[in-house]
């Protein structure tokens, strides 16, 4: 299981926040600008501290105040994507991949290029890709860290249609191949519908509501994913 229950305050912003949802496939998250949901990522993910609460993912414990656990983040076997890839500009895209597995090229490694789509970006510095194949090599990166979660946080907003419509499609090919449950924040609706089985709404630093179909969900407007697609996020 997920299991969140954490309160964390930033000035006049104040998140109060407790689910829990199975390790398994991806959970969309969704709500208006401002819900919480990049400080929820930020708490998962171990880059900022709850005020008071507890953590755990599949029997883990990531953080628990009353016990003072507070494990680092480069220990919780978390992948991270961000809406920027952050990719180091002075490597490669194999020395970028190399640098989440340690500078060895495993079979893991191997399978993970070939997952992402990267065979023939290996060569090239990140100034040389398109947006989207640069935040393809950011999930490939990700995937080398060998997570037991992925935390994806607006990985698409970005990125142009086209784009976001070939790093999606990526996303849930890797979702297919390597089972590696994960956690999809966006204020896409038709993103999520494509890619969750299962929504967390919040609103104002608050649970709304968890939905085991991400049919009907109420997001900010997006444009459709593709030409045959005339709907829009509701």
């Given amino acids: 299981m997920i299991?969140?229950?954490?309160?964390?305050?930033?000035?006049?912003?104040h998140l109060d926040?407790?689910?829990?949802?199975p390790v398994k496939g991806v959970l969309?998250?969704?709500?208006?600008?401002?819900a919480g949901k990049s400080t929820l990522f930020s708490l998962?993910?171990?880059?900022?501290?709850?005020?008071?609460?507890?953590?755990?993912?599949?029997?883990?414990?990531?953080?628990d105040s009353e016990r003072g656990i507070d494990i680092p983040s480069a220990r919780r076997h978390i992948g991270i994507v961000f809406q920027d890839p952050l990719l180091f500009p002075h490597l490669s895209v194999?020395?970028?991949?190399?640098?989440?597995?340690k500078g060895r090229e495993t079979d893991d490694f191997e399978k993970t290029?070939?997952?992402?789509?990267?065979?023939?970006?290996?060569?090239?510095?990140?100034?040389?890709?398109?947006?989207?194949?640069?935040?393809?090599?950011?999930?490939?990166?990700a995937l080398l860290s060998k997570p037991k979660l992925m935390l994806l946080d607006e990985p698409l907003s970005a990125l142009d249609?086209?784009?976001?419509?070939e790093v999606l499609e990526h996303l849930i090919a890797v979702r297919a191949l390597t089972k590696i449950p994960m956690i999809y924040i966006s204020h896409a609706s038709q993103e999520i519908r494509k890619i969750a089985d299962r929504v967390l709404t919040i609103r104002d630093g608050r649970f709304v509501s968890l939905s085991d179909s991400p049919i009907g969900i109420h997001a900010e407007p997006t444009i459709p994913l593709d030409k045959n697609d005339g709907s829009y996020g509701v």
């Fill in 3 to 13: 299991e969140v229950d954490v309160r964390k305050r930033h000035g006049t912003f």
């Fill in 17 to 21: 926040l407790a689910f829990q949802t």
């Fill in 28 to 34: 969309g998250l969704v709500g208006p600008s401002g």
């Fill in 44 to 63: 998962m993910s171990g880059i900022s501290k709850p005020d008071d609460g507890r953590i755990a993912v599949g029997g883990l414990t990531l953080f």
């Fill in 94 to 101: 194999k020395g970028n991949l190399l640098y989440a597995s």
């Fill in 113 to 141: 290029v070939q997952v992402a789509g990267l065979e023939q970006l290996l060569n090239r510095r990140p100034h040389k890709l398109s947006g989207g194949e640069r935040q393809r090599v950011a999930i490939g990166r």
């Fill in 161 to 165: 249609q086209e784009r976001k419509l």
